[in-house]
């Protein structure tokens, strides 16, 4: 979870996820994953957006339908392509 908390880039986000199948309800990784969408790069992003769609979370949902009206085109089509494989 450490490493999920230092780590940057698209790394950060691959950390993130391998902690989240340890702990996949845990709140602070959901929202380690919504601080990388809104203000990682574009891959950090796009990673922590197809995590928040497959985890399905009421915190991941509500966070990837706000993305999807981003101003970012590149963030609201991932976010709305996350919703839509949303288990």
């Known amino acids: 979870v450490e ?3 230092t780590a940057t880039g698209q790394n950060k ?3 993130i996820d391998m902690a989240l199948q340890v702990r996949p309800e845990d709140p ?3 929202q380690l994953l919504i601080d990388a ?7 950090e992003a796009s ?10 979370s009421d915190a991941a949902r509500k966070a990837l339908l706000a993305a999807a009206t981003s101003s ?3 963030l609201a089509q991932a976010a709305i392509g996350a919703l839509a494989s949303d288990p």
Do not use: Y
């Open 13 to 15: 986000a691959q950390a």
């Open 47 to 56: 990673q922590a957006t197809w995590t928040l769609g497959r985890i399905g």
């Open 28 to 30: 602070g990784l959901t």
């Open 72 to 74: 970012d085109p590149n």
């Open 3 to 5: 490493l999920a908390r």
């Open 37 to 43: 969408m809104t203000t990682g790069g574009r891959n």
